[in-house]
């Protein structure tokens, strides 16, 4: 505007066009300071290339702004122009303080991922305070590798001495301590912001850094759950339910993609069926040792891009899936897992089915995606009845999902084993009250425990009087904060919910130092209990060693009570897999916690029901009923986890393999080829020998065949 004004001559709006010249010079500055670490590489453009003007815009703005002001003075006859200085501060004052979230958050990022532990604490301090949760989502997908601290002047005046690129994994980590979420869990930025006519690519540039590996890792995009039905049957006299989970993947994105997933089982399950759909054919998995599956799995699916299924485990009932390669442009991928599951026994004539879960996935499901559930079940005249249910995503995951399931108070039942004349013997039976005399509770420190807070200080009037109580709360200080050791009488118990009431929870908090604290406590008395409180923990922020090593020294049989509130990841939870002493502790009554169930069964107001299973050379006892191989195969797991236990691995491992199972030491993959399992030394599953769901018209089948095995095997009981 000042340079037509001086090219017209024009004059009587001197005050505000030295203004407007003034905040344009003042802008001119800023971004010529932006762009001052390109100009040395536009300059080679320029004279090397042709090219590389864009960078130098401003340097031609900031040369011609102040040469416009001189002329209009000399038009108007003025020695000079008011607002100079001004305006220059006005533009350069707004211009910093939009550019003050940035920087600020590049502040925090930069200290945040330091070794050092007050320099850390100081830049998480500012993130949580300050920071731009956007800026650090596009730093969790690799939006920071390429050395932005460099790239702008005033973020690396910000990063100072601590200013280098961070990786996403580091991002990550550092967006969990921050806001207690983890990543994934939320939709991935917009990467191409800065320039919008990039976003149509954007799917195209987005690289999928967990392919092949052992993290379901971000949301990857194009890909989504097309599909999903879960059909489930039960023996209640045996306590014993089976549940086929059948699901399909869409890819609509330009690229192949990888689908991956953690589910959780009911507790006490084993996968014991894993299919994959080729050609349009069901395929069968080879069951084999850990590092075997997955070797084969990345041979053909990552090096070769053909077609295979992988599922392990990750956790006490957690596994991980994965299959790739998914077909683009609108390619679908079709599999099928087969869950052997124990009913959780809550009196002697009622059980529980809990339906399997995704805890974290790597693809979106829909706002009006429907699960389609059916349950297979006896009813009062023992005809077969069904329950039918169409779930959405976010009713099966963000809570606990039981059917009810009636029986007959049967305690008894067996069923053939592989060797002839063995039975294995499944004896159900109340578990005796077992309260601890020291109780450790360790509570989360995370963000998102401040809604839970209410209800765990009321829980605690639960516990009984005559245990040694003390909490420890997980949290940035060091060492962690925790409570005196004293017993549990009222006053106590008052004393230490008023303790709690008052204490601040922030970010995502490292649980593993106050569970080694707790442990350490526990251990110097016998007959002591830990009980972890907690949220998921998406990565490991410290070394498990210390935690493990004091799990496999547990000489003072310290039982450690996890109880997770709310669905999702938790890599300590992972690395406890095989662990006989950490209980999975839940709560099937929707009025009733977790921690509440656990204190009412310390007591006795509250009784469970267990299985023991065992081999016997007995054929089968007159008074006991037969059952089907599912309770054979929940056998061979609990062998197999002793077998681990006992540091026996290979034969934990060759028994699990046997027994067509998934354990921590054994996987299933999908492979197309017979060369392809040839070569990985595998043997795809003989069809006839998986459990399936069987079809209406062939449950009178099944209970014949029942009856006639217990009728062969109770003659010579009776003989005898």
Known sequence: MAGGAARRKHTGSEAWLGWLNGIALGTCIYYAISYSLFLPFACMAVMFFGAGLLPLGPYFALMATPLIRKKYCRFTGRNRLPGYLPGVSVALMGLMVLQLPESITY???ARAKSEDQATRNHGLHVLRQYGNRTIMLRACYGGMQNNDFTLQPFNLLAAGDHGSAINSEIAREIYYRVTGEAFNAVPPPKFFTRAGRWNDLEDEFVWDDGLGGEQVAGRVKGLSLLSSRLDATTEPEAGISYCEWTMEFKNVSAQQREARAQVALPPGAVVSRVT????????????????QTRQAYQAVAVQQR???LLVTTCGP??????CFPIPPGGGVMKIRLGITAPLLLD???????????????????AGDFKHALWLEQPGADKQMAGVHENLAETNLSTSLHVTQVHREAVDKVWTPAETTGQVIQQTISPNPPASP?????????SVGMRQQLPEIARTLDQIPENVEMA???ASDKQPPLKTELRKATAANKAALQHQLRTLKFSGGQDNLPALETAWDLAETVENSAVVWLHLPEPFLLSSESGLIQRLERNRRQIRLHEIQLRSGPDRIVEKMDGFSMV????????DQSSLARLLAVWSGRTKTYGYTRQLTNAPGEASTQPASKHVARLWARDEALRLVRAHQSEAAATLAAQNQLVTPLTGAVVLETKAQYDQHNLKPTDPKTVPTIPEPRHLMLVALVIVLLYLKYRRPAANA
């Open 107 to 109: 502040y925090g990022l």
């Open 276 to 291: 994959l759909w080729i050609n349009g054919e069901e395929r069968e998995a080879a069951f084999g040792g850990r590092a």
């Open 306 to 308: 053909r077609d295979p």
């Open 317 to 322: 009932d957690r596994i991980l899936i994965q």
């Open 347 to 365: 009196s002697p004539v009622s059980g529980s089915f809990v339906w399997p879960h995704f805890l974290e996935r790597n693809f979106g499901i």
């Open 437 to 445: 005399e020291r109780m450790i509770m360790v509570l989360d420190g």
């Open 471 to 473: 909490v420890i709360i």
């Open 583 to 590: 209980e999975h502790d839940l709560s099937l009554a929707p």
